[in-house]
């Protein structure tokens, strides 16, 4: 079995910007293709310079927007004994342990495969690497919470059914943390580290099926750098054959068009005014379409080509 590097240890350098809110989408500089390196992203390697594969942003579910991040199986590599594959992020300040919520969206494939954690950690002063939260969703297709520093499992009874979103929120406060799904309290513990959060992971044990997260946010505030606008371009017609329309809202002018395909590949790129485009010469396929207004703001949604 080939080697593989937990992200809390691995990745103490990659760190969140300005912004709150993350979606995945274009407008926020994302792009299809593998997360790691996309702003400041980092996932999981096997310690010669090979990072796993499958740990992308995806074009195949959402819970918002277009794209999402898709935490996936990967065949290059077995089971493993704990869930160590996926990504991780900083923050650029560490968040009070007296008062921090973090909530984001999740989609689990399949029961009877990955286990699928999603978590928060912090560093103590004797720089060991904690968990402050971590919620499971185990191949049992039960939701499980940790509820020490040596990372004891507590079944919460709830169950979880596949190929749905979740809004998953965690509270943490000075005393305990309240976890949350869909806006419904399922699980307290106590705040059994009270030390501030640094960073988060999303990660599987790669035993089977796939997981994506989408529309993270600290605080339940978006004070993101970029003008977000997501899935407010309509296109039509769709599935188009030769000529594509599109309308931007609040009558703003076209400055740019960009179109890739569902691997992330760049396919075509325009500067024009013009609100229509002929595709008589693109292949037939599924395509993600980015219109940036001449007020810098970006839209995007997907097409598909006859």
């Known amino acids: 079995m080939k080697n593989l590097y937990f992200l809390a ?10 912004q709150n809110q993350i979606s995945f989408e274009t407008s926020e500089g994302y792009q299809l293709g593998s997360l790691n390196g996309q702003n400041s992203w980092q996932i999981t390697d096997d310690g010669e310079g090979n990072f796993v ?18 935490n996936g199986y990967t065949d290059a590599y077995g089971g493993q004994m704990f869930p160590i594959i996926g990504a991780q992020k900083s923050f650029d300040q560490p968040l009070d342990y007296n008062d921090t919520t973090i909530s984001f969206d999740v989609l689990v494939t399949e029961t009877d495969g990955s286990i699928f954690e999603m978590s928060a950690y912090g560093i103590s002063a004797d720089e060991e690497y904690y968990p402050v939260f971590d919620l499971a969703f185990d191949y049992s297709g039960t939701l499980h919470v940790i509820t020490s ?7 919460t009874g709830i169950s979880w059914q596949p190929n749905q979103w979740y809004k998953v929120t965690v509270k943490v406060s000075a005393n305990e943390i309240k976890y949350f799904i869909d806006g419904t309290l399922i699980y307290t513990t106590p705040n059994f580290t009270q030390i501030n959060l640094e960073g988060m992971n999303f990660l599987h044990d790669n035993f089977g099926g796939d997981a994506y997260i989408d529309n993270i946010k600290i605080n339940e ?9 997501k899935g407010n371009l309509a296109v039509y017609p ?69």
């Not at 240890?9 to 760190?15: E, K, L, R, T, V």
């Not at 505030?221 to 606008?229: E, G, P, R």
């Not at 740019?256 to 569902?262: A, K, P």
């Not at 609100?275 to 940036?292: D, M």
């Open 9 to 18: 240890a691995a990745f103490f350098c990659s760190s969140i910007s300005a």
């Open 53 to 70: 594969e499958n740990q992308v942003v995806s074009a195949e579910k959402f819970s918002a927007g277009i794209y999402s991040f898709k």
């Open 149 to 155: 520093i040596d990372y004891d499992m507590e079944d």
């Open 221 to 229: 505030a978006n004070m993101a750098v970029s003008n977000v606008k």
């Open 238 to 306: 769709n599935p188009v054959k030769t000529n594509l329309h599109f309308n931007l809202p609040n009558g703003e002018k076209v400055s740019t068009i960009q179109i890739y395909n569902m691997v992330g590949q760049n396919v075509f790129t325009k500067n024009t005014s013009d609100a229509t485009l002929n595709l008589e010469n693109l292949k037939a396929g599924t395509y993600i379409i980015t219109v940036n207004s001449t007020k810098g703001i970006s839209y995007s949604s997907k097409f598909i080509k006859e």
